[in-house]
């Protein structure tokens, strides 16, 4: 699978910024700095078209998540649950379920489906696992995360962003969300040690914050490598002294992970 080539655009971009139509209004009003979301309210009620949502996240189970060698059970359940269409703008929910990214708003993007799936099933995650998602964006890949069972807490660069995804992670019922905004290649350290890391941008090396807060036999997934040039996505796994094994086991096309300008 390291020769497949994919467009892989990242969901909001936590520490990332990404082209596209801006497809959302103005952005809510100035969030607090985080987000938490410990009250599951009762779930909206079901939409008339549910047969119809439901038959189409199957097509894409078996189209686009299988075609990449996505097989995790777990994975493959959660994506069958999340109903993707609730993370897009209205105007956009006839192709909810098309294997591309689509515009979110502020410039940015949800990924493709299948980038979704795979990098969930890279990181072998187990009931309870404790895990950093880089990129909140509308909140996908956290309630992906959060339906297999982990406990996510998810961070983004772009304040609006930030503020819209706990608003809809909440109203949506995923209890085990926490939202925070902020540079995400600092990652989350109050929260460290993370049993997984999920990245959705591209850096130009690996992020030594993040590995500091992987546990030991913890797995972090990225891209890595310049913008518009040769990426991979990289698996990392941290050995008992700190040290860790890569291996690319992808060629993808991120955009470029950003930072918070520092302080003056």
């Known amino acids: ?58 097509e894409m189970v078996q189209r686009s998540l299988r075609e990449l060698g996505v097989t995790d059970a777990r994975v493959l359940d959660a994506m069958r649950s999340v109903p993707r269409e609730r ?7 006839h192709r909810a379920y098309d294997d591309t990214p689509l515009p979110i708003g502020e410039g940015q993007t949800i990924s493709a489906p299948d980038v979704v799936g795979f990098m969930s099933q890279a990181l072998k995650l187990q009931p309870g696992a404790k895990v950093l998602d880089v990129g909140t964006g509308s909140g996908y890949q956290a309630a992906v995360l959060e339906t297999m069972g982990c406990r996510v807490f998810s961070i983004e660069i772009l304040p609006g962003l930030a503020a819209a ?69 990289v698996l990392v796994t941290k050995r008992e002294d700190g040290t860790v094994d890569e291996e690319e086991i992808l060629a993808v096309r991120f955009v470029p992970m950003t930072r918070d300008p520092p302080p003056k």
Do not use: N
């Open 165 to 233: 995804a706990a608003t809809r992670l909440r109203s949506l019922g995923y209890e085990r969300v926490r939202v925070r905004a902020g540079d995400g290649y600092l990652g989350w350290p109050d929260e460290a040690p993370f049993d997984a890391i999920l990245v959705a941008a591209a850096p130009d090396h690996i992020p030594r914050p993040l590995v500091d807060q992987l546990k030991i036999g913890g797995r972090l997934v990225l891209p890595v490598g310049p913008d518009g040039g040769v990426q991979s996505l």
């Open 1 to 58: 699978m390291a020769s497949r080539s994919l467009t892989a655009v990242l969901i909001g971009a936590a520490a990332a910024g990404c082209g596209g139509p801006d497809a959302r209004t103005s952005p809510p009003a100035s969030p607090p700095d985080e987000v938490d979301l410990r009250a599951r309210p009762a779930f909206p009620g079901q939409d008339p078209q549910e047969g119809l949502l439901a038959k189409a996240r199957e």
């Open 87 to 93: 993370f897009v703008p209205d105007a956009l929910r």
